[in-house]
Every structure is written in structure tokens, then in C-alpha cells.
């Protein structure tokens, strides 16, 4: 009896663990700004994309709380394609958006959005698809900026931006 007990307290345990591994991995489905590795999670409802000027990268695009965004080489922009899902995906979050988007130094008409596959509206600037990388803990961090040669932080006109980070490629593995 007692063994059994340790069992179904294990069983219990793994599957609570189990659930929270996949609920980290879904897709974003309302509920708070808080994603792994304290990334922010995808936008649930309007947001503002904004200018900032972010140390060693230059005057790069950032979501309403001041999370740089990235876009990434292996999408391309005719017709827009989003090619970041599963692994890739927990490390770079796709900056969703339900509601509307205002814009502060970029030019509306280069802001849109593309449907995923999971049916969410992910936010792009002038056809880039945008994303959040899981390493930037705080507002106005770029440490995303050139991993793998493929990740850049995106300027204000939708182009990656040039400056790059002291160590060059950063992070090492981008997923």
C-alpha cells in the first residue's frame, strides 16, 4: 500500500510537470505578459510598436513594455512566410497581436500581421514576420541580435539592424 502511494504521488507529480512543459510550449491563448525564461509572451490585445534606441545595435523597433523585436532570415517577405515553430519557437516567440496596433516613429502603412499556423495574427513590419527572444529578460535588451547569422533585431523600415553586439554573434544556439 505504501509503495503504491509513492507511485501515484510520482504519477501525479510528472503529469503536473508534463502539464506545465506543454503549457509553455502552446500557443498563446490570452492571459498575461510573463513567457519563458521571463520573456514576454506573445501580444493578447492592442499593443503599440515603438522606436528605441538600444545600446550596440542602434535605434531598433520594440513592442509597448520595450522588448526588442527580431526578425529572421529563413522567413521571407513575397508573399510573407513564417518558418519559426515548435523548438524554434519557445526560444523566439512570435509578437502575436489580437486588437489593434498603434505606432510611434514607424510608418503605419509597414505594419501588418500574418496568420500562423495555430491561427494567431503574428504582428510584421514591412513584411517580416516579428518575434520576442526569450533571453531578453528586461526592456531594451538585444541579445538576440545576430545569433546564428540568422536572428537581427529590425529597424524602423523593416531591415535588420547593423550594429552588432561586442562578442558578434551572441547566445550561441538560437533554437
Given amino acids: 500500500m505504501h509503495a503504491t502511494q509513492h507511485l501515484t504521488g510520482y ?14 510550449c ?3 491563448g490570452g492571459g498575461g ?8 509572451a506573445a501580444v493578447t490585445t492592442s499593443t503599440t510598436l515603438m522606436t528605441a ?3 550596440k545595435v542602434g535605434t531598433v523597433v520594440t513592442d509597448s513594455k520595450g522588448y526588442v523585436l527580431y526578425r529572421f532570415d529563413a522567413d521571407s517577405i513575397h508573399p510573407t512566410k513564417v518558418s519559426c515553430y515548435g523548438t524554434c519557437a519557445v526560444v523566439w516567440p ?8 498603434t505606432v510611434k ?30 533571453k531578453d529578460d528586461q526592456p531594451k535588451e538585444a541579445y538576440g541580435q545576430g ?9 524602423p523600415t523593416g531591415a535588420r539592424a547593423t550594429a552588432t553586439t561586442s562578442s558578434g554573434s551572441t547566445g550561441g544556439s538560437g533554437y
Fill in 105 to 134: 516613429g514607424i510608418d503605419r502603412k509597414l505594419v501588418s500581421t500574418v496568420k500562423r499556423s495555430d491561427g494567431t495574427s503574428q504582428l510584421t513590419l514591412a513584411g517580416w514576420p516579428l518575434y520576442r527572444y526569450a
Fill in 33 to 40: 505578459n510573463g513567457g519563458s525564461a521571463g520573456a514576454p
Fill in 53 to 55: 534606441k538600444v545600446g
Fill in 94 to 101: 512570435a509578437a502575436t497581436v489580437k486588437g489593434s496596433v
Fill in 147 to 155: 545569433v546564428d547569422g540568422t536572428w537581427w533585431a529590425v529597424t
Fill in 26 to 28: 502552446g500557443s498563446s
Fill in 11 to 24: 504519477a501525479a507529480t510528472g503529469a503536473a510537470v508534463l502539464a506545465l512543459a506543454l503549457a509553455g
